[in-house]
């Protein structure tokens, strides 16, 4: 037994001794961030780091190009980039604004301000943009929470209407609908030449419920319609009502895609390149895709339909690659540098371009403008209409659409009334604000 | 005798920590030191964050709010009253039952047909491979693959319909009826080969002379199941089975990932109905509540596996 | 019963290998084709791209190194851990042993999504954040849970009988443990460790929140870099699960011999 215990009590610490071994070699970069660097100005080397899920989606090697770019006009500071999966990013950027390791310049979506701003985690841009003596004119937006703006748009994304020249000339229409009844239409005609073929597609699942922003409350925005007023939400008015009773009618009439209610917006596309869908809202920065994927496929890009009779300017959805910089960062003057390097207009027009989005500088000018057809189209769209995205800086802006994706999916099903939905949407809204 | 007692203080004397630990006492202090590195770690990384969540359960509006303030039962009773709440208990109450039995069925049914003496030297590693696919892959692309194949323009329709089976593209998982058993199907794909891999450990344990000794008995090939197989595996059977429910119970990316909790509310899961919580209204103190309860849920399950495990002993 | 038996095997396989089948095929079609319907196994542009991108490129293979580290350190660190914790469990009798059985166990019943932001502070303040212990240590917590109360199954299936040899020698518990208990567990062990390895290969929120930089992300991290904000790599998706899982494969391959039976054959004699 003595020998047993003693034994027992060395097997142990030598566990122990492992675990801590394996602990002394620790992996690589391992030094906690933001810490231990100095303040700019003392003569070192600032290093700023950005956080964002944008440079797996452009081209190899072209975000990092720039912030090369930006190292070498500001000399002192140096950028590394932390790259995460986009449908992660919202979690991880609020659990590092708890723990205090969030990285200088945050990559940020629309949809999180308001919630990042009640946390703390953002600073306050318009603070920033004074000190730095910044015009901000050139901005084209800028998201503001309580007058001061803590997000910039940096490229954004806007949905036009998509359309398969084939199979609407198949169908008999010749050219894309631009009211709700021509829509409707062209829809039912697509659909009725059978096979596997729909008008319309519609993702409402409610893992990422921006089909609510992109293919349903646009529809309403297109007609200037709103569905706030006073900045409260205002879900049961007649124009919001008109919108879903149409999209209801939609769905009714059977033109809409298979799967819809579990359907991810990054669905769209496939069923699109495919030839199966005739019509869909779709973001811009899906023609090179489709493009790349199916050569033959002849498409046109148009306005999202308005109500028939609307001659007014028509609201287009938008989402956007927005900046910020984190509360606790200690380097703010230089991150402030980083932000304003990409929004100056040659930067942003690059980042545009390779993003296949419309810059946030009012005067940048991406180059597919000029050699793209289907490009320039689209930015004539953009000039024509206003970027309409009411959800960007509303309070838990995810749960508002998810729980109208609820009521809606409640309803096209068959279990409730248009009315009932949207009664009991408005009910569950204004608990948030 | 004397002298081996009184000699043994001195030695203990000169020995240091270790030694001290023999003598009578000794013996009593063995399993935690066979203990000892499990608790270290487990203390040393869960006390904090498992203090700080029944913590947060009964603040109000942690980490957003600078000031949380102490609000004592109102998240919990705010959870347990709310309908979307006995939705998800209900949801997972029915995922899980049905999937943990299946798990056994088919992990047991699979580990019989691997232990099979009549399949040959190379059959064997083949369908044992082939078995424990499922099993290799990382929840996000088992979601992502599933929703490939049940798209309703995807493969098994495709089959199906070719095959005669159906005369419509059937919505797997946007169909609201049809949604969670679509899910838990998924589940009980990606989850069995742990069975299998435990039950089929477990029979090679069984002592063939036992079996043969039920042979000359007389005994049949279901007897020999039901009395030999059953009763010895029971140990493991029972740790896998406890295992599985708590695994399932927390099961969120395969939901979150092919249905996000819908349609509607059809596959909505303790699991999606906390994350929700915590990240999509920023109520961490009730999806705190929530995890508080999940968590008395889970070790009462637990407390009857240990009760269960004495009345072995 | 021969045909009884094969038709149950050839459905099982088909079961358990045709949506891996679809994985592979995928991964060498073009991201349309993927889509196509009817839908092709076959496909026109047959090609290694997918695999080729993902292999060719130092932060991917990176990716796989780390996770061959971590996962390798997990298993064998929670393999000693657990066998002497079930050890102790199996073969002993103290007070709390019912109340640390349910603490071991019920550690996991937390919902992890919610101990995340405390957890992640924790690791931030013991200075381990972004690296290998970090990663490590966490998976040992989510696998010793299961690898106790396995190791402690398997023990109890052997009877105490074993131990006594030992005492022949004048050996004490470390000996019954690690010179009769261990070499009986074998299959017990290997079934553990490949579960430990899979847990630890394939997770991912802890992975993603535990680590800052590239050259410390792991696998399951590069494939959800891959679902994109507007699209899907589909291909390199599917090559890259495919890769993913093939270290997990060999190591069950490997070791399955250590399945096969007979090892307690005559070891009991009742």
């Known amino acids: 037994m003595r020998n047993g215990v003693s034994a027992t009590w060395r097997a142990t610490s030598l566990v122990v001794v492992l675990a801590v071994l394996v602990a ?44 090369d770019q930006f190292e ?30 969030m990285a200088d310049v945050v990559g940020l979506d629309g949809a999180w301000v308001s919630d990042f701003v009640k946390q703390g985690s953002i600073t306050n841009l318009s603070a920033l943009m004074k000190s730095a003596g910044y015009d901000d004119s050139q901005l084209a937006a800028q998201i503001k929470v309580n007058g001061s703006t803590y997000m910039i748009p940096v490229v954004n994304f806007i949905y036009p209407l998509f359309t398969n020249d084939d199979l609407l000339s198949k169908a008999g229409v010749t050219a894309p609908p631009t009211n709700r009844t021509e829509f409707m239409a062209a829809a039912k005609k697509i659909t009725a030449g059978g096979g596997d073929v729909k008008g319309w597609i519609l993702p409402l699942s409610l893992e990422t419920p921006n ?46 895609a298979p799967g819809a209610l579990t359907m991810k917006e990054q669905d769209k596309v496939e069923e699109f390149t495919n030839g199966r869908v005739g019509m869909m809202i779709g ?74 989005g419309f810059p946030g ?32 800086g509303l309070p838990v802006a995810d749960e508002l659409m998810r729980s109208f994706d609820e009521q809606l999916q409640k309803t096209l099903s068959g279990n409730q009334s248009v009315d009932d939905m949207l009664n009991a949407a408005q009910t569950s809204w204004l608990k948030k604000f | 005798m004397l002298n081996v007692v009184e000699a043994a203080p001195r030695q203990t004397l000169w020995r240091g920590l270790t030694r001290r630990a023999v003598g009578p006492t000794g013996r009593r202090l063995e399993p935690y030191a066979f203990l000892s590195p499990t608790l270290v770690i487990l203390l040393i990384l869960m006390l904090y964050p498992i203090g700080a969540v029944i913590r947060y359960s009964v603040m109000n509006n942690v980490i957003l709010e600078k000031a949380p303030v102490f609000v004592g039962v109102a998240n919990y009773v705010g959870i347990l009253t709310s309908p979307d709440f006995w939705v998800a208990v209900r949801n997972t109450s029915f995922f899980t039952a049905v999937s943990v039995l299946a798990h056994l069925v088919l992990g047991m049914v699979f580990a019989l047909l691997l232990n099979n003496s009549l399949l040959g030297p190379l059959a064997k590693p083949v369908f044992r491979a082939l078995f424990i696919l499922p099993w290799l892959f990382t929840v996000a692309v088992i979601a992502v693959l599933w929703r490939l194949l049940l798209n309703p323009n995807g493969v098994i329709n495709y089959v199906l319909q070719g095959a005669g089976l159906m005369d419509s593209k059937v919505e797997w998982l946007a169909n609201p009826s049809i949604a969670l058993y679509a899910v838990t199907f998924i589940n009980i794909w990606s989850g069995y080969p742990f069975y299998m891999m435990s039950l089929l450990a477990g029979l090679q344990g069984i002592s063939s002379d036992l ?13 020999r199941f039901t009395h030999i197989t059953i009763p010895q595996l029971r140990p493991i059977i029972v740790s896998i089975a406890l295992l599985d429910v708590i695994f399932t119970t927390q099961q969120f990316a395969l939901i979150w990932l092919t249905t996000g909790g819908g349609p509607i509310n059809v596959t909505e899961m303790l699991s999606t109905f906390t994350y929700k919580l915590a990240f999509n209204q920023y109520e961490f103190s009730v999806a705190s509540a929530s995890a508080v309860i999940i968590f008395v849920l889970s070790m009462v399950l637990a407390f009857f596996y240990v009760r269960s495990q004495r009345m072995a002993d | 019963m021969q045909a009884g038996l094969l038709f149950a095997l050839l459905a099982g396989a088909l079961f358990a290998a045709f949506p891996v089948f679809w994985m592979g095929t995928s991964s060498f079609k073009t991201n349309p084709e993927i889509f196509e319907l009817p839908p092709r196994v076959i496909t026109e542009h047959f090609s290694f791209d997918a695999y080729w991108s993902i292999l060719s490129n130092p932060v991917e293979v990176r990716f796989f190194v780390n996770s061959y580290i971590v996962a390798l350190s997990v298993t064998v660190l929670t393999l000693v851990v657990a066998i002497q914790a079930g050890y102790a469990f199996s073969r002993f009798q103290f007070p709390f042993k019912r109340t640390l059985n349910i603490v071991i166990v019920s550690v996991q019943a937390v919902p992890p999504i919610t101990l995340l932001i405390p957890y992640f502070g924790l690791i931030v303040s013991l200075g381990l954040y972004n690296t290998y212990p970090a990663l490590i240590l966490t998976y040992m917590v989510f696998t010793l849970s299961y690898a106790i109360i396995m190791m402690t199954g398997y023990f109890n299936t052997l009877p105490r009988e074993l131990d006594e040899a030992v005492k022949v020698d004048g050996g004490g518990p470390m000996m019954a443990l690690w010179r009769i208990l261990v070499p009986l567990s074998v299959p017990g062990l290997v079934s553990v460790g490949i579960y430990t390895f899979m847990i630890a290969w394939n997770e991912y929120l802890f ?64």
């Open chain 2, 211 to 223: 079996y043969e000794a039920a042979r000359v008995d007389g005994a049949g090939g279901l007897q």
């Open chain 1, 72 to 101: 070498a006009a500001s000399p002192g500071i140096k950028v590394k980039l932390l790259s995460g999966p986009f449908a992660s990013t919202k979690e991880q950027t609020i659990a590092g604004a708890a723990a205090g390791t």
């Open chain 3, 207 to 270: 992975a993603l929140t535990l680590t800052r930089t590239e050259d410390m992300r792991t696998v399951p991290i590069g494939i959800q870099l891959l679902m994109g904000q507007h699209s899907y790599r589909w291909n390199e998706m599917m090559a890259m699960s495919i890769l993913g899982s093939l270290p997990v494969l060999v190591l069950f391959l490997v070791f399955q011999r250590y399945f096969i039976g007979g090892l307690t054959t005559g070891a009991v004699k009742n």
């Open chain 1, 24 to 67: 002394g070699c620790a992996g690589p970069s391992s030094s906690p961030p933001a810490t231990a660097k100095p303040a700019g100005g003392t003569g070192g080397v600032t290093t700023l780091e950005f956080s964002q899920w944008w440079e797996p989606e452009l081209p190899q090697g072209a975000l990092r190009g720039l912030m």
């Open chain 1, 361 to 392: 500088n009012t005067q940048a000018v991406p180059s597919f403008v000029s050699n793209d057809n289907l490009f320039k189209a689209a930015f004539d769209i953009y000039k024509a209409g206003y970027p309409a995205n009411e959800f960007t």
């Open chain 1, 211 to 256: 089909g609510i922003q992109n293919d349903v409350m646009s529809w309403n925005w297109a007609s200037g319609g709103s569905m706030l007023k006073d900045g409260k939400p205002d879900v049961a008015n007649a124009d919001v009502k008109a919108t879903v009773e149409y999209v209801k009618s939609l769905w009714d009439a059977g033109v809409v």
């Open chain 1, 283 to 356: 973001s811009l920065a899906w023609v090179n895709l489709i493009r790349k994927n199916n050569a033959n496929l002849k498409f046109s890009i148009s306005a999202i339909p308005a109500k028939d009779g609307f001659t007014g300017k028509r609201g287009i959805p938008y989402a956007s690659w927005g900046i910020g910089i984190s509360e606790n960062s200690k380097n703010k003057a230089e991150a402030w540098k980083l932000v304003d390097f990409l929004m100056n207009k040659t930067n942003n027009a690059s980042v545009s371009s390779l993003a296949n």
